[in-house]
């Protein structure tokens, strides 16, 4: 082979890769975009009439939260809402959340708190005390969330609304996430809008789509359809159990509907970027199914569409060089649109390919560190990777 031929043959190859890389962009991501383009804002749904407002039952566990409970139960208790009561399960702390959510129970007649001493066998922590609580509410309407998740006061009443409005029995929101500094900006920005890709949030509610959303922060659920569903109990040994619960949902036959939320519902999720690796290294890994080929394909999936038009709009030239310029204008636009939304500045979109890389390294190390334990560390307790993998939803 002539080196003419050989440098020929490359470039062709090059141009069908990078043609490849530019469809998915196209046909997926630009989908996908006008798709979040469509999802309704919780800020355009009116505060529910208190005679329309069905009882409802907030729902959160609580392990070790003793620095993160006051702000959160301080906006729980601020709560505009005529016909609620707060569940809170104290899941084996060993700090003073435990006392925290009693004194705090004391004050506020809604709350009811229950104390989980032991883990039964066949659990994770989290979706166990969930399903206590489940068993303890009285609400028609469920509402679960996290320990540190802050609320607005109409934040109920205005999802009542939603729910009513769009005629669903699932309701799942994106809620603001506090951000500091340039690491956190550019892997949660990135993770936002990867999740966007990797989900499709407004085919959710379709009901003829198979796309299912969860999101721990804010899932508000029929009790009806809850309990067809399979409650918690489907759960059981579910790492990402507030995806699973929107993936049963759906998978029964029920309405769904993923939404903006904005500063209705906020959470500091992870401060700095090394705890936000530590933070998914149980999550990653679970939500490939541990499928080592998944996660291989994916990583490489990741690489290719959001790192490798950035370095051949560098490097190469011709259609190469279009076609990947394409790639990247669609990409950093669409991750501007998703940082305006998280209230990040649009130039965060230009760390694309870093956060990608990022991203792509929390992936492999997620599936490397599993696979060495031999299962997952979630707040302070083991579990064996064969049982996981038995029950995945």
């Known amino acids: 082979m002539t080196p003419i031929l050989a440098v020929r043959i490359e470039h062709i190859a090059g141009a069908w890769l990078f043609g490849l890389i530019a469809f998915f962009w196209i046909f997926h991501g630009l989908r996908v975009a006008y798709g979040a383009l469509r999802l309704p804002w919780i800020k355009d749904f009116s505060p529910a009439a208190d005679a329309d407002c069905p009882r409802v039952t907030l729902i959160f566990a609580a392990r070790d939260e003793e620095d993160k409970l006051p702000p959160a139960l301080t906006t729980l208790a601020a709560l505009d809402y005529p016909n609620l009561e707060i569940i809170a399960v104290d899941d084996r702390s060993l ?13 506020h ?82 993770f936002g809008m990867a999740f966007h890709l990797a989900t499709n949030p407004y085919r959710v509610g379709n009901p003829h789509s198979r796309a299912y959303v969860g999101v721990g922060a804010f899932q508000m659920l029929k009790r009806t359809a809850y309990e067809a569903a399979g409650t918690h109990l489907r759960l059981a040994m579910e790492v990402v159990d507030d995806m699973k619960l929107g993936k049963i949902v759906k998978q029964a ?43 291989i394909l994916s990583a ?42 998280m209230r990040v500045s649009p130039f965060y979109a230009l760390t694309h390919p870093v956060g990608a890389v990022l991203f792509c390294y929390m992936l492999l190390r997620s599936t490397v560190v599993t696979l060495w334990r031999g299962g997952v560390v979630w707040r302070g307790t083991f579990y064996p990777l064969e049982e996981l993998k038995r029950d995945v939803v």
Not at 262 to 289: C, M, P, Y
């Open 109 to 190: 007649r809604q709350l009811r708190v229950v104390h989980v001493k032991e883990l039964p066998a066949g659990w994770l922590g989290k979706p166990h005390a969930l399903q206590r609580g489940y068993e303890e509410s009285t609400g028609e309407w469920l509402v679960f969330t996290d320990a540190d998740v802050r609320f607005a006061p109409d934040a109920l009443r205005r999802a009542v609304s939603l729910v009513k409005q769009q005629a669903v029995d699932h309701l799942t929101l994106f809620g603001d996430v506090e951000m500091r500094g340039f690491w956190e900006k550019t892997s949660l920005t990135f």
């Open 95 to 107: 700090d003073s959340t435990g006392t925290i959510l009693d004194e705090f129970a004391r004050d």
């Open 253 to 295: 036959g029920f309405r769904s509907c993923a939404g903006i939320a904005q500063d209705t519902v906020v959470v500091r999720w992870h401060a700095g970027l090394e705890n936000i690796v530590r933070g998914v290294t149980k999550n990653f890994f679970a939500a490939a199914s541990y499928n080592l080929t998944l996660v």
């Open 300 to 341: 490489a999936g990741l690489l290719l569409t959001n790192v490798a038009p950035f370095i051949a709009l560098l490097l190469t030239h011709g259609w190469v060089r279009i076609l990947a310029a394409i790639s990247v204008a669609i990409a950093v636009g669409f991750h501007a649109g998703v940082n305006i939304v």
